[in-house]
T-cell receptor
């Protein structure tokens, strides 16, 4: 158990719908990262938040958005869902070390498996 | 752009065989490298990491990796695999773009160990 929790574990929805995935980081971790894992694209970075502020964006579609709340949990919102959005969505958290965020170890949650029908 | 390549898509070994999984990265500067493992149906777990210093890094469960700067490689090794090592293994590079700290992953290598 990494200490990172994600809900729900599974989500099945239809095309065109909107869903929200939730992530609670490890206690004390300020950074939250969202990754998408699909068969064709592998593990791709979506977006990073640090202490409530967006820090970096990766290959995140405009239909997707995220936020990090004052209690440091984060939500990933996926809208106008398409079949190709079916994937595993992982959240990871890290605590900034003295060397900065790039040397921090990221701890991953169990993921949310999204199936779009 | 930074990238990570794992050339072996699927490796099949018998128990007690030695393992070496290849990982090559592209980035000319200082690198931070990681190996993660994903057991079936589970989340990614950190096996080991390289930040600086001794290029031979020891991780959990008997795994080790060697950072060879001249070859841009960070191969994962284990002298004797067990059936329980069946999993997917991901090599990752920390992104050095701006203030980012996200990981750039390879496509992964699926390891199947036959009992």
């Amino acid at each position: 158990d990494s200490g990172v929790t994600q809900t729900p574990k599974h989500l099945i929805t239809a095309t065109g719908q909107r869903v929200t995935l939730r992530c609670s980081p490890r206690s004390g971790d300020l950074s939250v990262y969202w990754y998408q894992q699909s068969l064709d694209q592998g593990l791709q970075f979506l977006i990073q938040y640090y202490n409530g502020e967006e820090r970096a964006k990766g290959n995140i579609l405009e239909r997707f958005s995220a936020q990090q709340f004052p209690d440091l949990h984060s939500e990933l919102n996926l809208s106008s869902l398409e079949l190709g959005d079916s994937a595993l969505y992982f959240c990871a958290s890290s605590h900034p070390g003295t060397s900065g965020s790039r040397t921090d170890t990221q701890y991953f949650g169990p993921g949310t498996r999204l199936t779009v029908l | 752009a930074q990238s990570v390549s794992q050339h072996n898509h699927h490796v099949i070994l018998s128990e007690a065989a030695s393992l070496e999984l290849g990982c090559n990265y592209s980035y000319g500067g200082t690198v931070n490298l990681f190996w993660y493992v994903q057991y079936p149906g589970q989340h990614l777990q950190l096996l080991l990491k390289y930040f600086s210093g001794d290029p031979l890094v020891k991780g959990i469960k008997g795994f080790e990796a060697e950072f060879i700067k001249s070859k841009f490689s960070f191969n994962l090794r284990k002298p004797s695999v067990q059936w329980s090592d069946t999993a997917e293994y991901f090599c990752a590079l920390a992104n050095y773009g701006g203030s980012q700290g996200n990981l750039i992953f390879g496509k992964g290598t699926k390891l199947s160990v036959k009992p």
